[in-house]
T-cell receptor
C-alpha cells in the first residue's frame, strides 16, 4: 500500500523557536494532505487541509499564522510551528490518500516537545 | 459524516476473537464505515472498510447490520500486538485525494496474555 512518511519522528525545541515538520507521500502524488494534532489521551483533531499550489484550509480555532503550512509539490507538505510554546507540545500527524486507493495513509507522527 | 459511538474500552484474551462494536445509526446511504487503529505513539493504520456487505481481509472482518445502523470489527485471533485504540469512522467516499477523516474517541482494546 501507499506510504506516507513524516520527519522528524520527535523533536525538542526551546520556547520561542520555530519547528518544521515534513510529510511526504513516497510512492504517489497527493494534491491534498491533512494535518492532525493529538494531545495525550485524546483523539486526533484535524488542524488543516494542505492543498498543493494553493493556501491551506484551517479548521476553526487553529491559528494560521502560528501553524504555517506549505504544500509546494505533489509529494511534500510541511507544517511549521512558529514561536512554539509549551502548550504546543503535542503529537502531530499527517495523512494523504493515493487517488488510486480507497483509504488514507498516515505518517508515523512527530512528537513535539517545547521546553 | 455520520456520528459513531464506540465503547471506551474492551479487553480480550490473547488468541481469542476480539469483537469491537460501533453504532452509526445516522449513517447515510452513501457513507462507508471505515476502521482504523492507532498503536501507542504511532500514526493510525487502516484496517478495513465497507458499505453494505460484510468484508474480510488479512487483518480483520467487518460485519455490517442489514439496516447499516451498526457494525462489528472482528479480529479473529487477537495478539498482544493488537492492543491499540480502534476508531470506527463514517465517511462518504467522494474519490480523489480529498480524504478528511473525523476521529471520535475510539475503543481502547487491551489484549491480555
Amino acid at each position: 500500500g501507499a506510504v506516507v512518511s513524516q520527519h522528524p519522528s520527535w523533536v525538542i525545541c526551546k520556547s520561542g523557536t520555530s519547528v518544521k515538520i515534513e510529510c511526504r507521500s513516497l510512492d504517489f502524488q497527493a494534491t491534498t494532505m491533512f494535518w492532525y494534532r493529538q494531545f495525550p489521551k485524546q483523539s486526533l483533531m484535524l488542524m488543516a487541509t494542505s492543498n498543493e499550489g494553493s493556501k491551506a484550509t484551517y479548521e476553526q480555532g487553529v491559528e494560521k499564522d502560528k501553524f504555517l503550512i506549505n504544500h509546494a509539490s505533489l509529494t511534500l507538505s510541511t507544517l511549521t510551528v512558529t514561536s512554539a510554546h509549551p502548550e504546543d507540545s503535542s503529537f502531530y500527524i499527517c495523512s494523504a490518500r493515493d487517488p488510486g486507493e480507497t483509504e488514507a495513509f498516515f505518517g508515523q507522527g512527530t512528537r513535539l516537545t517545547v521546553v | 459524516d455520520a456520528k459513531t459511538t464506540q465503547p471506551p474500552s474492551m479487553d480480550c484474551a490473547e488468541g481469542r476473537a476480539a469483537n469491537l462494536p460501533c453504532n452509526h445509526s445516522t449513517i447515510s446511504g452513501n457513507e462507508y464505515v471505515y476502521w482504523y487503529r492507532q498503536i501507542h505513539s504511532q500514526g493510525p493504520q487502516y484496517i478495513i472498510h465497507g458499505l453494505k456487505n460484510n468484508e474480510t481481509n488479512e487483518m480483520a472482518s467487518l460485519i455490517i447490520t442489514e439496516d447499516r445502523k451498526s457494525s462489528t470489527l472482528i479480529l479473529p485471533h487477537a495478539t498482544l500486538r493488537d492492543t491499540a485504540v480502534y476508531y470506527c469512522i463514517g465517511y462518504k467516499n467522494s474519490g480523489g485525494s480529498n480524504y478528511k477523516l473525523t476521529f471520535g474517541k475510539g475503543t481502547l482494546l487491551t489484549v491480555n496474555p
